[in-house]
T-cell receptor, first 116, second 112 residues
Framework: GAVVSQHPSRVICKSGTSVKIECRSL??????MFWYRQFPKQSLMLMAT?????????EQGVEKDKFLINHASLTLSTLTVTSAHPEDSSFYIC????????????FGSGTQLSVL | SQQGEEDPQALSIQEGENATMNCSYK?????LQWYRQNSGRGLVHLIL?????REKHSGRLRVTLDTSKKSSSLLITASRAADTASYFC????????????FGTGTRLKVLA
């Protein structure tokens, strides 16, 4: 089956620093990837849609300058949390579609970000 | 918003019992999916049901869809301790956006 690798699984950083999270599709090409944010015991909130070779589409209320998304290749999308603050602490998850194969989403294992 | 509501929010049952969780959504859909999430992990796809289907089975899972009521249910039969997880429904937004909106989730605990 399709595998999505997300790295790192956990990161702790100081306030004001930037953190990059990678999402890779290992055995398929993902023209579209999605980034979500999840608070403890809550649902996933869609942050943005990452499209290979074009600008990401952000959901309402998500700061695009704060959460930079780059989808430079068909197998890699990155989310950079810029100038992180404690309120950015959260669980971030990516997912990818396997176009032409299935409508289901394949998820990375998530990244727990803690900003001190 | 489109986000689905799931109930119950939390469910605790004994091993061997059946677990039923429900999902309601707000707008028309092409398909609805159910996912499972173990604590601190990503989501795993369980089953997809299309808008023209009413019921679907996969192993111990049974999913129903009632588009007139905009609701779906997930039944896990003969539950096991390993089924302990959070379960989410996800509905697709129309117009081929391929975006899915996730419900509020049901936290299932199966006691051995």
């Amino acid at each position: 089956g399709a595998v999505v690798s997300q790295h790192p699984s956990r990161v702790i950083c100081k306030s004001g620093t930037s953190v990059k999270i990678e999402c890779r599709s290992l055995d398929f090409q993902a023209t579209t990837m999605f980034w979500y944010r999840q608070f403890p015991k809550q649902s996933l909130m869609l942050m943005a849609t990452s499209n290979e070779g074009s600008k990401a589409t952000y959901e309402q209320g998500v700061e695009k300058d704060k959460f930079l998304i780059n989808h430079a290749s068909l197998t890699l999308s990155t989310l950079t949390v810029t100038s992180a603050h404690p309120e950015d602490s959260s669980f971030y998850i990516c997912s990818a579609r396997a176009p032409g194969l299935t409508e289901k989403l394949f998820f990375g294992s998530g990244t727990q970000l803690s900003v001190l | 918003s489109q986000q689905g509501e799931e109930d119950p929010q939390a469910l605790s049952i004994q091993e061997g019992e059946n677990a039923t969780m429900n999902c309601s959504y707000k707008t028309s859909i092409n398909n609805l999916q159910w996912y499972r999430q173990n604590s601190g992990r990503g989501l795993v796809h369980l089953i997809l049901i299309r808008s023209n289907e009413r019921e679907k089975h996969s192993g111990r899972l049974r999913v129903t869809l009632d588009t007139s009521k905009k609701s779906s249910s997930l039944l896990i039969t003969a539950s096991r301790a390993a089924d302990t997880a959070s379960y989410f429904c996800a509905t697709d937004l129309p117009r081929g956006t391929y975006k899915y909106i996730f419900g509020t989730g049901t936290r299932l605990k199966v006691l051995a």
